[in-house]
């Protein structure tokens, strides 16, 4: 089993950065995908970005494409997610979620799942 905490939510004004950590525990996480989805109230859960467990490979939607940046440190067992220039369409909870298997846009295809960070960028 693998446990995911997520931290470093806040309000934040339009044009501002922000980073997300999302640190994992039970099983080191060198060897999972991680991901980034984000849901805002009455909205699906949206893929914000995610990385291959090498850290070799990202992928992101065109919504966030060059404002945000996702890494990890697996020595930390952490991923991080730096947001920048946020909107106030960036609003949401963000959460992370892990899977040995999968990185990409699919949450269907992560088995865990952190309890989510809010986000709110103010206009």
């Known amino acids: 089993q693998v446990q995911l905490v997520e931290s470093g939510g806040g309000l934040v004004q339009a044009g501002g950065p922000l980073r997300l950590s999302c640190v994992a525990s039970?099983?080191?996480?060198?060897?999972?995908?991680m991901g980034w989805f984000r849901q805002a109230p009455g909205k699906e859960r949206e893929f914000v970005a995610a990385i291959k467990w090498s850290g070799g490979s990202t992928v992101y939607p065109d919504s966030v494409k060059g404002r945000f940046t996702i890494s990890r440190d697996n020595a930390k067992n952490t991923v991080f997610l730096q947001m920048n220039s946020l909107k106030p369409e960036d609003t949401g909870v963000y959460y992370c979620?892990?899977?040995?298997?999968?990185?990409?846009?699919?949450?269907?295809?992560?088995?865990?799942w952190g309890q989510g960070t809010q986000v709110t960028v103010s206009s």
């Open positions: 039970g099983r080191t996480i060198s060897s999972y995908g």
């Open positions: 979620a892990a899977d040995r298997n999968y990185y990409g846009a699919r949450y269907s295809e992560y088995d865990y």
